[in-house]
Structure formats: C-alpha cells, structure tokens
C-alpha cells in the first residue's frame, strides 16, 4: 500500500509495556503528538505511547532528535513550528522516535511521564477555524427536517464541500467546560426576538484536519497537495445552539450559535500513521469539477461512537458511526478552500461537519438523534432531547485492523449558562 514504512508495521512492539496491550489507542505504530504540562505549567511537546508521554522537548534540549538541526522548534510547548517544516521532517522524526521506543532498541532511561500524571493543552495555535458540511446523510437528515425530502439538500451540495468560517479563539482542548450560550431566541409563534439561554444545545460528531503547511495566496492546490498539506486529524465536537442558529442563520449561516465553543482531542494523530486506514469517498451521484477529484483514497476507515453521561449518572452510548461516510474528504475540503486562492497557514483547522451514517443510531448529532426534539432518547436516569446542565459528551475514535490505532477521547461538560448583560 502506498505511503506505508517500517513505522506501520504490525509486529512491531515496544519496550513501554502498556503500548502492546490489545486494543490500547496508543502503540508504537500510532505516536500521536500532543503538548501537557505537570506541576510546574510549563509545557511540553510530546508522543503518546501506551498510556505513558514521551517527552520530545527533552530529547530536542539533549540532541537526541533534531527535527531542524541548528534551533529548536519543540522550546515553545506548541506543534506549529514543528509542523511549518513539512512532510520530510514530519516523517524522519516519527521514524527516529519509533526507533527509540521499538522493543530491540530497549529502554535506555528516556524522558516519560504518565498520562494520568499530566494536564494536557491545545497541541495547536489555532490560526483559523473553518467548519464544513461534508456528510451527506447529515446534510439530507437536517434538510429533510427543515425543508422536506424533496429539497433536502441545496442544489450546490452535490457540487462541491460547504463551508462557513468559524470562531478560533473558542476552540478548547478536551476537558474544558463549555459554558450554556445566551442567544438571540424567537419560536414561530413569537413577534419580536428575545435574549436567553439556548434551549436547544446540542453536540456535532467531526473529525477535525489540522494544515502543517500552507499555499501562497493566489495559488490553489490539487487534491493530492491538499493531503500532503495535512499534518493530522483530531476529533472535534463543534457544539451548537439550534434555536439560536434557527433564528440568525439566514441569509448568511451559523455566527452565534457555533462561537461559544469548539473541543477537540489533545492528540493529534498524524496523516503517516492513518495511511493503512485510506479508503475511497462514497460513490459519486453528480461529476466534480476536475480540480476537486482525487487519483488517491483520502478518506479515512474510523470507528466513531457518542457518548452522554448525565451529572451524577453514567454514560450511555448515543451513536455508533464511520467517518468514511464522509461525501467530501479532508483533502476535498482543503482543495475547495484554497481554489479561490486562499492562503492557507500552520495551524489552521478545518472541520468535517457533522458525520452521520444512514442507520438511526448511526447520527452524530442530537437534532438528528431526535428529530429536532420529536424523539427523546433514553439516557441513565431519564431522556434527552437536547443537552442539559451538567451532562458530559464524550466522542471517541478509533482505526481497527492489524492493530488499532485511537484518537483517545474528546469530552465536555455544560455548565449553566451566564447572566445576561
């Protein structure tokens, strides 16, 4: 299979025990990068392995692994400068730092902390944020409810990946807790808008593409420079106020019902690592324009699942998915964004949208789950329409083959909303 290496091979084991249990997120095959801090704040870039870090600061102070000989680009506890060098140095470092942690090296006394013993941040400066619409199940789910099944999708959207500019400065790490939003509100039957917290507060299962390197403005780029592009993906949970959006969207889309807060995954598992799990987009029902086909399989093979845990209750289970249901890859939405010539820059985010496959219990979002609110589901300790105070959202991820490689989870709790100015 194209792009694979000694880095993706199944026997491979480590000398860090807890990497080499069956169905851990973390083997030696994935080294996803996150940055964490321990008692005294500062942080650091490291790799997952098992359910230890290996710290790649350390070993950059020491010469040990020197991603851009001459400086340092791990000093700042913040992957963008070690994303800025590209594929090549991506692609030695991953490789050297296998080699480190392969179970024929050995231990040799390398700088490791236990996850359970750090605080994890942002892995990125998120330089933009943009959130896309590239599930066609999802896109045909909400039309349907909103528009009817004869007008469900816009008449672009077999055409090419809708996509709107979102807020980067909301975007959190897991863990963090997402406060309700105030809102613009207005029901049918209602005169005038009013201010209030939203009521209709809901989650959207996404897989989130993190740019490693960016094109010059004026200068677009082809499906296959998309994906090289790409340094890795994390999950993203782009939370939503309904009601708001319902009221605010037209003419022009979401604003205040997606800027309150964006979660993503703290490990950012990179495109190397995915490479066995490439499979194509879903059969075409309309041509794309050339500069939108792919020659290369850039969707990915991943198990998704929803989980929502009351305050005080246990989780249950809400949805089970795969993001190969995307309509659009990330390397598609990519391509579209920079056709206008765009400039593209480290750090920048791009969002699947909603992923939703086409069985009822395979739908990453509550309005769809629920039918905008007509059918409760069931929870631990009662029913859910839309999110409640105190409830916990937890997405996670994961590729399953010769090994599984895990995204970890990404997870948030609301917390009520503020007074109103």
């Not at 990068?33 to 870090?53: L, N, Y």
């Not at 933009?128 to 528009?147: C, K, L, Q």
């Not at 206008?340 to 069985?359: K, N, P, V, Y």
């Amino acid at each position: 299979m194209k792009g694979l290496n000694a880095t993706h091979d199944p026997a491979r084991r480590s000398w860090v025990d807890s990497a080499n249990v069956p169905g851990a997120d973390f083997p030696i095959q994935n080294l996803p990068w996150g940055v964490c801090s321990e008692g005294d704040g500062t942080r650091r870039v490291g790799v997952a392995i098992g359910d230890r870090i290996l710290d790649v600061t350390a070993l950059e102070a020491d010469g040990v692994v020197e991603p851009a000989p001459g400086r340092r680009v791990f000093g700042d506890g913040i992957l963008n400068p070690f994303m800025a060098l590209g594929p090549a140095a991506w692609s030695e470092t991953r490789a050297a730092l296998a080699d480190l942690l392969d179970a024929e090296t050995g231990e040799r006394g390398l700088p490791l902390v236990a996850q359970a013993d750090v605080q994890m941040h942002l892995p990125i400066f998120v330089r933009s944020y943009t959130d896309f619409y590239a599930s066609r199940e999802h896109a045909t789910n909400v039309g349907t409810m909103f528009r009817g099944a004869e007008n469900a999708l816009p008449p672009n959207w077999l055409h090419m990946p809708i996509g709107y500019n979102g807020r980067a400065s909301t975007v959190v790490v897991s863990g963090t807790p997402i406060r309700r939003p105030l809102g613009q509100l207005k029901g049918p039957e209602e005169d005038a808008p009013r201010l209030g917290p939203s009521q209709k507060l809901d989650i959207e299962l996404e897989l989130g593409a993190i740019v490693g390197f960016g094109n010059p403005m004026g200068q677009p780029v082809t499906t296959a420079q998309a994906w090289e592009m790409i340094f890795g993906f994390v999950l993203l949970n782009d939370w939503s106020a309904r009601d708001v959006q319902v009221w605010e969207y037209q003419p022009l889309g979401p604003f205040q019902a997606k800027a309150f807060g964006t979660t993503i995954s703290p490990w950012v598992v990179t495109r190397e690592a995915l490479a066995p799990f490439l499979v194509p987009t879903p059969e075409r029902a309309l041509p794309l324009l050339p500069y939108l086909e792919e020659r290369a399989a850039y969707n990915l093979d991943l198990l998704l699942e929803v989980d929502l845990a009351p305050e005080g209750q246990g989780a249950t289970t809400l949805s089970q998915t795969n993001a190969r249901h995307l309509y659009y890859s990330a390397a598609q939405q990519l391509a579209h964004h920079a056709m206008s010539g765009c400039a593209m820059e480290t750090g920048d985010l791009l969002g699947s949208g909603t992923i939703s496959g086409a069985a009822p219990d395979s739908r990453g979002s509550l309005l769809e789950m629920t039918w905008n609110g007509r059918d409760p589901v069931e929870v631990q300790g009662g029913t859910r329409t839309f999110l409640q105070d105190g409830d916990t959202v937890t997405l996670r991820g994961w590729c399953e083959g010769a090994y599984r490689l895990g995204f970890g989870v990404c997870a948030g709790t609301i917390l009520p909303a503020p007074e109103a100015p």
